[in-house]
Structures are given as structure tokens and as C-alpha cells.
């Protein structure tokens, strides 16, 4: 299964390591198991922008190897491996595998910590499944 795969996951793989100091280039992602949905609606804005602020990801991934993370559309680009996000779809997002407390592949991120709770992870994971609106 995973041969099949493999260009995809190919193409994802140096999405999370755009800064000088990230060191993990990481190899063959396999799928994430993120399953997390909320009754409310999840805001980028309000919710999920001042997460990337709070955990540094700003200083990490401000376009070195293409990643922004500033807006929907910067995720949505991604970097030289594709999309960070997919809409509607957590589990393969490659910012929820590699912010899980034991990616499937390379280094958890943010690289170092602090790392991601899961409290703050199904924010965003939510967030995703919702849609990945620019709201």
C-alpha cells in the first residue's frame, strides 16, 4: 500500500523543515490518525493564527523552503513538498503528522518544542476538518 502511495508522500516530506535550524528532513510519511471534530465553528483567526504565534512557528516557517504560515492560502501553497493542509481531511495534513507526539516520520515539530498539546492539536485538526476556512 505504501508503493502507492509513494509519490504523494514523496512530495511531502520536506514541508515541515523550511528554517536553518530545523535539521529533520524526514522520510516516507505514512497516513496520520487525527480524528478530531468540534461542535462549534473553529476560526483561523481567532483560533488557530495565534497557535503558529504562541508555539513559534513563525520564526520556523517564514518561507524557507517555501512554507509560510501567515494565512489559509500560505498552508494551502504549502512549501517544496506541497500542501500543509488538506480541507476537510486532518488525517492527511502533513502539519498534524508531523505535530503528533510520534510522527510517522522525521521530528516532531514545532522542532524542540514547545510542543503541540492535544487540546491545542484538535484545535486545529477541527479546524481542517471543518473545511480550513479563512474565516
Known amino acids: ?71 489559509v492560502a500560505d498552508l494551502l501553497k504549502g512549501g517544496v513538498s506541497g500542501p500543509a493542509i488538506v480541507p476537510g481531511n486532518a488525517d492527511m495534513s502533513l502539519i498534524m503528522m508531523k505535530t503528533s507526539p510520534a510522527p510517522p516520520f522525521g521530528d516532531r515539530m514545532p522542532q524542540g518544542g514547545p510542543y503541540w498539546p492535544d487540546s491545542i492539536r484538535a484545535v486545529v485538526a477541527a479546524w481542517i476538518n471543518q473545511g480550513a476556512k479563512d474565516n
Not at 18 to 46: E, K, L
Open 1 to 71: 500500500m505504501l508503493r502507492r502511495y509513494a509519490p504523494v508522500l514523496v512530495l511531502t516530506i520536506g514541508l515541515m523543515f523550511p528554517c536553518a535550524g530545523c535539521r529533520d528532513m524526514g522520510v516516507n510519511p505514512p497516513q496520520a490518525a487525527v480524528h478530531s471534530d468540534t461542535a462549534s465553528t473553529v476560526s483561523f483567526q481567532n483560533n488557530v493564527l495565534p497557535i503558529f504565534d504562541k508555539f513559534g512557528c513563525y520564526e520556523c516557517h517564514g518561507g524557507t523552503n517555501g512554507l509560510v504560515v501567515h494565512t
